[in-house]
């Protein structure tokens, strides 16, 4: 028979103080030249796990015109058989190694690596060349793969936001850029893509050596080894895409309409071009795009989502490109207020830009920038991610350390310029998927100009 024992509880009236940020500093990176490549590592002592990834300049800008998608479907292809061993063997290959096999393909590089035991790193850099150098692109598997590609991308652009995102690339970038199009391209694009295109571009893109990042315990990885196995045969180019010229200045007082009939709610996408990741005031535009649309507790969620109850969230942020970049504000409303919506969210956006934060805000959102970095840094993978960011954007290796100390000394005033500058409320692209029968009349009632998008 049990008894029962009670016990007291001590209620704390008042929550405890938070330290100082202690301060942070990223791990040490070496670099090593070897047969025409690059390998740069970090360094994480008795770490018995590894992350790799072999980056390489060949992302969707070096696609060939009217071929949207084809640098992700290439790349998506490395792991489909080699001339060494088919698919079904590739893969029981990586799970002998106890790995996980990791793609990515962005607008200026694409990425093949491992996460796996540090132990057996070379063996999984030996499964890397052979994918990378030695790609089967059977036609059966190719053919196979594109049309599971081409039902992906239809299905993908049926669901809500697909159109919108392309209609808002394409008023900030234009429709002759590549950049104004979808990372993956769109189902025309998926139609035209074939065994042929993806040979010729895995020849003129992806034969280079490209650069080798690896974060592990340096003191028992031979680096210099690692690349002569990844960069054995390699020669190919390594030249960056070309700048892209870009639209005409989008206006705020323009909405370019979506048609999307029945629509229970619409996708409302809204911004302009942004800064590149370059810009010296990187860290001031963070913060105040955390204060206006990147935390749960930011402006535009409050008013959008607790205070209006529009939407069940709103995002606003800037992405930075090597070039350039783009700041949007997202979300999913009801259709009956989606002009209200629209009205409200650039009306914070010139808030922000008028006003700036208070010092409140800076103070939150700063101590949640300091406590989450190190925490996103815990893994090799999160260290890894961070040397892929210095290698596409040519930064130093202690850029993590300088951000982070950067974001300690950053004050409101350097904010609300950034603010200032960077946020352009009378240059905004605002892009609407609904139904426009239902909204097309209370945007033109709330003072927009409509344009209805081919898309």
């Excluded at 479907?73 to 079904?88: F, K, N, P, V, Y």
């Excluded at 956006?349 to 409140?360: C, F, K, L, N």
Aim: charged share 20%; proline share 5%.
């Amino acid at each position: 028979m049990s008894e029962h024992v009670a016990t007291r509880h001590t209620l704390v009236a008042e929550r405890p103080a938070g330290a100082d940020p202690r301060p942070y500093r990223f791990p040490e990176v070496r670099r090593v030249a070897v047969a025409g490549g690059e390998v740069i590592g970090a360094h994480l002592p008795g770490r018995s796990l590894a992350w790799t990834k072999l980056v390489m300049e060949s992302g969707a800008l070096h696609e060939p015109v009217g071929l949207d998608g084809l640098a992700r479907i290439t790349c998506s292809l490395l792991d489909e058989g080699s001339l060494d061993r088919d698919a079904d063997a590739f893969g029981l290959a990586i799970e002998a190694l106890g790995a996980q096999w990791r793609l990515a393909c962005g607008w200026e590089t694409q990425e093949v690596g491992l996460d796996l035991p540090a132990d057996r790193l070379g063996a999984g850099l030996d499964l890397i060349a052979e994918a990378v150098r030695r790609p089967a692109f059977a036609d059966a598997d190719v053919e196979r793969f594109l049309a599971d590609h081409v039902r992906s991308m239809k299905t993908s652009w049926a669901q809500p936001g697909t159109r919108a995102g392309l209609a808002f690339r394409r008023a900030l970038f234009g429709a002759d850029s590549r950049l104004g199009g979808l990372l993956g391209g769109t189902p025309d694009t998926a139609q035209a893509l074939d065994a042929e295109a993806i040979r010729a571009f895995h020849a003129s893109r992806m034969t280079a050596p490209g650069t080798l990042a690896v974060v592990g315990d340096l003191d028992t990885i031979d680096l210099a080894a690692l690349g002569r196995t990844v960069f054995a045969g390699a020669g190919g180019t390594t030249s960056r895409a070309a700048p892209a010229t870009f639209a005409s200045t989008p206006s705020t007082e323009r909405a370019i309409v979506v048609d999307r009939p029945g629509a229970v709610q619409s996708v409302l996408r809204i911004g302009h071009t942004a800064a590149p990741r370059s810009t010296p005031d990187l860290i001031a535009i963070e913060l105040f795009a955390d204060v206006l649309g990147g935390a749960f507790g930011s402006r535009l969620n409050h008013l959008l989502r607790e205070v209006k109850g529009y939407t069940y969230g709103a995002h606003a942020s800037f992405g930075h490109g090597r070039r350039s970049g783009a700041f949007t504000v997202s979300s999913s409303v009801h259709t009956e207020v989606t002009a209200a919506a629209i009205v409200d969210a650039i009306g914070e956006v010139r808030r922000m830009h008028a006003d700036g934060v208070t010092p409140d805000e800076l103070a939150a959102t700063r101590a949640h920038s300091l406590g989450s970095m190190p925490i996103n840094l815990q893994t090799p993978a999160g260290i890894g991610g961070r040397l892929i960011e210095a290698i596409v954007h040519d930064l130093p290796d202690d850029h993590v350390t300088r951000e982070y100390a950067e974001i300690l000394a950053t004050d409101a005033d350097a904010v609300n310029r950034a603010a200032g500058t960077h946020l352009r409320p009378d240059e905004l692209a605002v892009v609407v998927e609904g139904d426009a029968a239902r909204i097309v009349p209370d945007l033109r009632a709330a003072g927009f100009d409509v344009v209805m998008s081919q898309v």
